[in-house]
């Protein structure tokens, strides 16, 4: 499953730069509003050291790592809702993605222009909540003037859905996110196709100085307190240091320099971590002579889920499928140690795939 992330924030918060850094594409950076006008995509390698393991193990033709998009969406202004700046193209492109990655400025430079003249993370945050919250409010109240009759009618589905939609509409109003309503998995499910922007997952991204990455600094301790209530991730992350990792070709190039600012990973590193974790996001892999590769699925998911992100057909004809946990693979040395050693298991269609579970399926169309 492709995972994709957009990273939005105002202008002159370091988003752009802070994106040309992870993907090493090139949207340009400059200090003036609205500078990236369409969406910058960067595929991105999903860091994980158990493909080196078990490349060392299999000795494939090659190893394919899972990716995450990053898109780097125009910033917004105030107004945006009613069309100000870029903000029509901003909310449609924003719509599309899995999750938000929120770029607040915590970072004091006279040479870089705030559009607001002064460096406040928890405004910029207020001011991003209010204008996605107001077009909620608006594909809400269009929903509501086309369903509310039929719903007095006695239609039962449109019923509930006039409920829900109401629900948002009040949490909305008073300021909040859609996605501070705690609704069952079925009626979130009902109001699925409108995509309300506020209902998609959030990570925060305090964007300070070199000299502030690894103690924080005022701006980050407000933003933390202002999202404790919304159980969102901040991240703490310096652009200006990514921008001189991503110079780095290898790995050892880019330890040595993390290790002088007394980092054990980089900011990309957290932030795919985070995304992971707040979209509860797992990895298996696939072991053969061809190829290792990475698969990214849901956590939860069973067997034959994850065998359709394969290929369809491996879902649709699943039988079983042969587990053998990456640990065991380490101690045996192979697959037919593996089996040997009786750690290879046979799983049916109930098996719940579990993090770093090294899976062949056997399937029949």
């Known amino acids: 499953m492709g995972l994709q992330c957009g990273i939005v924030g105002l202008p002159n918060v370091g988003k752009s730069t802070l994106f040309n ?132 009618s006695g239609d039962a589905k449109l019923k509930v859905y006039v409920e829900i939609l109401k629900e948002y509409k009040a949490l909305l109003e008073s300021g909040q996110n859609a996605r501070a309503l705690e609704l069952t998995k079925e009626r979130k499910e009902v109001v699925g196709p409108l995509q309300l922007l506020t209902i998609k997952p959030v990570i925060y991204v305090a964007n300070v100085e070199e000299s502030a990455i690894l103690t924080g600094n005022e701006h980050v301790e407000a933003l933390k307190r202002a999202v404790a209530a919304e159980n969102a991730q ?71 889920q994850a065998a359709g992100v394969i290929h369809t057909d491996f879902e649709k004809g699943f039988i079983k499928a042969e587990v053998i946990k990456i640990p065991d693979y380490v101690q045996y040395g192979s697959e037919a140690g593996c089996k040997e050693a009786g750690k290879l298991a046979i799983e049916g269609k109930e098996y719940v795939v579990k993090d770093g579970d090294v899976m062949h399926f056997r399937f029949n169309v």
């Not at 969406?73 to 809702?81: N, W």
């Not at 050892?252 to 290790?259: R, S």
């Not at 707040?278 to 034959?304: N, S």
């Open 234 to 304: 901040v991240v703490m992350v310096s652009a200006a240091i990514e921008s001189q990792i991503a110079e780095f070709d290898e790995p050892d190039e880019k330890e040595m320099f993390l290790g002088e600012y007394g980092l054990k990973e980089s900011g990309l590193d957290k932030l795919i971590r985070a995304a992971y974790e707040l979209l509860d996001l797992i990895t298996y892999f696939t072991a053969g002579v061809t190829e290792v590769r990475a698969w990214t699925i849901q956590k939860g998911w069973k067997a034959p």
């Open 21 to 152: 850094a992870l993907s090493n594409a090139k949207a340009e950076a400059a200090n003036f509003p609205f500078c990236t006008i369409e969406p910058n995509v960067g595929v991105i390698t999903v860091p994980d050291e158990r493909l080196g393991v078990l490349e060392k193990l299999v000795n494939p033709q090659k190893v394919l790592p899972t990716v995450i998009e990053f898109v780097d969406i125009a910033g917004l202004v105030k107004g945006a809702s009613k069309g100000e700046g870029l903000g029509n193209k901003f909310l449609a492109n924003i719509r599309e993605v899995d999750a938000i990655v929120h770029v607040t400025r915590c970072f004091n430079d006279d040479n870089i222009v705030h559009v607001d003249g002064h460096v406040n993370p928890v405004a910029d945050k207020d001011v991003i909540d209010t204008e996605l919250q107001l077009k909620d409010l608006e594909s809400i109240d269009k929903q509501l003037q086309k369903n509310e009759k039929a719903a007095k």
